[in-house]
T-cell receptor, first 112, second 114 residues
Framework: KQEVTQIPAALSVPEGENLVLNCSFTDSAIYNLQWFRQDPGKGLTSLLLIQSSQREQTSGRLNASLDKSSGRSTLYIAASQPGDSATYLCAVPPQEGGKLIFGQGTELSVKP | NAGVTQTPKFQVLKTGQSMTLQCAQDMNHNSMYWYRQDPGMGLRLIYYSASEGTTDKGEVPNGYNVSRLNKREFSLRLESAAPSQTSVYFC?????????????FGQGTRLTVV
């Protein structure tokens, strides 16, 4: 059974700092891994989708990496801003059909 | 450019009342999902529909029913609401096969059962 873990559960950093969020999964037989952002009281916004054939995916100040063999993904945020404050979730679809298994999320706070 | 649309956004029910949460997507996705999100429990899958005409139970299906009305629409019904069903409900959709099964979520329905 696929399990997804995100550490740390919460993170507070000063503005401008580069940071890394971690995601680990137990079953490496995945098609892809997806990172989401959730603002308080809002829905989930898709940030990046990394396909299993890729090692990295970039969007603006965000860079996500995937290492299937070790069951790990990281989300790198460069030059963090207060507007980056949100909960970040990673998720994997273990089989065809795409139903996602979510980690518990990392709550990020970027202080001005 | 609507993506996934859920209605209603907020709802208060009395215990024992019934209601249907509506979800529609305009991305021609085959697969659709219903999740609930509770503090400390994360996102949990209630039901999903891999393709039009099929539905399957997720982690927490008890007390819910679903209908995949057509390719666009997937509804969630609470037949007799209970306080334990107070939660935020999210609908999502994605492609079914292949590596590009990027999922998109609606804005959620905040349900309170009193």
């Amino acid at each position: 059974k696929q399990e997804v873990t995100q550490i740390p559960a919460a993170l507070s950093v000063p503005e401008g700092e580069n940071l890394v969020l971690n995601c680990s999964f137990t079953d490496s037989a995945i098609y892809n891994l997806q990172w989401f952002r959730q603002d308080p009281g809002k829905g989930l916004t898709s940030l990046l989708l990394i396909q299993s054939s890729q090692r990295e995916q970039t969007s603006g100040r965000l860079n996500a990496s995937l290492d299937k063999s070790s069951g790990r993904s990281t989300l790198y945020i460069a030059a963090s801003q207060p507007g980056d404050s949100a909960t970040y979730l990673c998720a994997v679809p273990p089989q065809e059909g795409g139903k996602l298994i979510f980690g518990q999320g990392t709550e990020l706070s970027v202080k001005p | 450019n609507a993506g996934v649309t859920q209605t209603p956004k907020f709802q208060v029910l009395k215990t024992g009342q019934s209601m249907t949460l509506q979800c529609a997507q305009d991305m021609n996705h085959n697969s659709m999902y219903w999740y609930r999100q509770d503090p400390g429990m994360g996102l949990r899958l209630i039901y999903y529909s891999a393709s039009e005409g099929t539905t399957d139970k997720g982690e927490v299906p008890n007390g819910y029913n679903v209908s995949r009305l057509n390719k666009r629409e997937f509804s969630l019904r609470l037949e007799s609401a209970a306080p334990s069903q107070t939660s935020v409900y999210f609908c999502a959709s994605s492609a079914y096969r292949g590596m590009n099964t990027e999922a998109f979520f609606g804005q959620g329905t905040r349900l309170t059962v009193v």
